[in-house]
């Protein structure tokens, strides 16, 4: 990990910061997970259905983040203050760490708010609004990354899949991974994270568009939505 020194206050890379958040979920679910023993009265014997798809899945979410910041994306920004690593760090170790895994992996959690979402036609709609989701995320931060030479801050109109509709059709494909998580566990911690991030996300989507009107003006399409299409 590089630490460099800016204007007498200790920074780190972009993308360490984003190795270092996304390295929680990885190390805390697993924790929970395997180690039920020591967190809860008793220790699960057998993980149901729900949990082992949940664990599959936030697991291989985290894992194609940390393999993104490290083969794919570009930052326009170097570097931020250390400090603002523990900031930063709190919405996933936390949030989409223990919050999510203490509750998804206790023992006796069978999920069923929804009871129709728990069928086999339900479990299988949730897989596969995940997977699409994933998929369609993972194509739009490969167009990002084609737009922005490497070792450049060029900015430019991103256009194809998901683009000609929404701005950040990356958020939107991320926040759809998210409910087909909660809409298959019916955990109240994971609705949290959701909601929290979709709240960040969308924030982040504004000001996105707010800066591609502002740089290339008429040749911005207007018709583009921030975050969700055709709505917000």
Sequence with gaps: ???????????????NVF???????????????????????????????????????IMIHFLKREFETVAIHRFSNNSM?????????????????INMAYWI???????????????????AFCCILWVYSEVSN?????????LRPAGTRVRKIPYGYGFNVVTC???????????AICLLSGSLSSWLFTIVAFAQMYQWAVKKRRNYIKEFGDAFPKNRTAIIPFIL
Excluded: D
Aim: one cysteine or more; hydrophobic letters at 45%.
């Design 105 to 123: 992996y206790r023992p006796g959690f069978t999920s069923g708010h929804v009871p129709a979402l728990t069928s086999t036609i339900g479990m």
């Design 81 to 97: 203050p250390v400090r603002n690593i523990f900031k930063n760090s709190f919405h996933y170790w936390v949030l989409s760490g």
């Design 138 to 146: 993972f194509l739009t931060h490969i167009i990002l990354r084609n």
């Design 1 to 15: 990990m590089v630490f460099v020194k800016v204007q007498s206050r200790p920074q780190i890379s972009w993308r």
């Design 169 to 179: 059709p990356n958020y939107f494909f991320e926040t759809l991974g998210w409910i």
């Design 19 to 57: 190795i270092v958040e996304y390295f929680g979920p990885l190390f805390i679910h697993p924790l929970f997970y395997f180690g039920s023993k020591l967190f809860y009265k008793e220790a699960i014997v057998e993980h149901t259905p729900v949990q082992k798809i949940c664990f599959l899945f």
